[in-house]
Nanobody, 123 residues
């Protein structure tokens, strides 16, 4: 079992930046990859980005490509999401999750989930 705790959410104006972090503890050696999802009110949870723990093979949703960057810090067992040029449509609760596949980009590819952190982008 892996425990995940997200941090770094908040309120930011459009065009601004935020950096989310996810601290992982427990059986992290059994995890293939890490990912970020988001869920806006009334919408389904959607994939944002994922990466292998080694830091290789990053994948992004088209809606965030070029603006968001996912990275890992194996020494600290954290995965980060740098979000730049934020838009009001990026407003959502952001969740960190552990990937059960080497290539993990859909909900079924992920197992453990964090509690989420709110990101609000004002126009």
């Amino acid at each position: 079992q892996v425990q995940l705790v997200e941090s770094g959410g908040g309120l930011v104006q459009a065009g601004g930046s935020l950096r989310l972090s996810c601290a992982a503890s427990g059986r992290t050696l059994s995890t293939y990859a890490m990912g970020w999802f988001r869920q806006a009110p009334g919408k389904e949870r959607e994939f944002v980005a994922s990466i292998r723990w080694s830091g290789s093979n990053a994948y992004y949703a088209d809606s965030v490509k070029g603006r968001f960057t996912i990275s890992t810090d194996k020494a600290k067992n954290t995965v980060n999401l740098q979000m730049n040029s934020l838009k009001p449509e990026d407003t959502a609760v952001y969740y960190c999750a552990t990937g059960t596949q080497w290539i993990a980009t859909t909900l079924r590819d992920f197992g453990s989930w964090g509690q989420g952190t709110q990101v609000t982008v004002s126009s």
